[in-house]
């Protein structure tokens, strides 16, 4: 975290280019998102959670033009370029990722995998590279949180995200995925293009519905991981959007869930811990 002082006069380049990626994500959902939730249903991972669980993007979006805005008018303070330049790279990451994933098909699919992954991972060095939490007083570590949880928040939701694209490509590579996905009869006549989709989604979420909750072991081992970074960083905001995304699984509560939790809640004591905010540390 730096001042605008320290960054010079070219500081705005680095919220600028976060704000021209955000758009370009933005965009590309609007442009080429049209069956993405389709697509998630054809080949849903038994730990995808609930839709409402996705509702965290809007969050994420609007933080992060709050922080763009606060970094550009010097209200608080300055991420560095690299945080900026990083953040970036996971929001054009995110745009590539929403036309491979729309396109339903497996070459696709693996694709997007790659993407989204790449993105978690670009998130994850921005907000290693930030050390939001480290400062020397409680003030100024509250202007650098204001300012970077945002870049946290994407990273954790993105390696979440990460783990269910990546199950998807796996689940469409399959021989028999076919004929294991709910089959949809074919277009009508006279049906648009827009009645269609809907008849598909309505089909998926019904037969979805139907089926018994599946409790996975991913998001245990998937805790493991998070869980460990949010202590190495140190962040014990990055368990939350994975946390976020478990309370959301059809089969939660279940021991492996409430296991997963724990483990989460480890790795953000233990951050908690390493940054001294304890009153006992």
Known sequence: MLTREAEGQFYVFGPLAVLSATFLSISSNLLWGRNVGETSCAWRTSYSPDGRAFAIWVLIYLYTGVSVVMQLSSLLAILGWWSNFFWGVSWVCCALWVPLFDAEYP?????????????????????????????????????????????????????????????????????????????????????????????????????????????????????????????????????????????????????VYMGALVVLGCGAAGACLRLGLFPWS
């Open 107 to 255: 070459d696709a699919l693996r694709a997007a995998a790659v993407v989204i992954v790449c993105a978690g991972t670009c998130a994850l060095v921005g907000s290693w590279e930030a050390q939001m939490w480290i400062a020397d007083d409680w003030e100024q570590r509250g202007k650098q949180l204001a300012v970077g949880l945002p870049l946290t928040l994407l990273a954790g939701w993105l390696l979440t995200a990460s783990s269910i694209g990546v199950g998807t490509a796996w689940k469409a590579s399959q021989p028999d995925s076919y004929s294991l996905c709910v089959r949809v009869p074919p277009k009508r006549q006279g049906e648009t293009e827009s009645e269609y989709r809907y008849r598909r989604r309505v089909l998926y979420r019904e037969a979805y519905a139907k089926a018994p909750a599946e409790v996975s072991y991913v998001p245990f081992l998937l805790a493991f991981a998070i869980g460990g970074l949010s202590l190495a960083i140190p962040d014990p905001v990055l368990v939350l959007p994975l946390a976020w995304a478990i309370v959301n699984l059809e089969a939660f509560p279940s021991v």
